[in-house]
């Protein structure tokens, strides 16, 4: 998995925008189970309508990044 400071830098490279939000919402380990059970679709569409559209595009990429799905392509 990246670590948080690449996924700030390829969503800001990609969308044009990075919200740390974001990140750490998905990222921050839940008391009742590992942190993996927060990358699902639920949670993206959540943070969607809690942060905006933009927001959930950036959830989504953080998704396909930590499943490598998606990976940082150097300049």
């Given at each position: 998995m990246?670590?948080?400071?690449?996924h700030l830098k390829v969503s800001k490279k990609i969308l044009g925008?990075?919200?740390p939000i974001v990140h750490d919402i998905l990222d921050t380990r839940l008391p009742i189970s590992e942190h993996r059970r927060s990358h699902n679709p639920e949670t993206i569409i959540l943070i969607g309508k809690l942060l905006g559209k933009d927001c959930e595009r950036e959830a989504w990429l953080h998704f396909l990044m930590d499943y490598g799905l998606y990976r940082e392509v150097k300049d």
């Open positions: 990246p670590k948080r400071q690449v925008y990075a919200n």
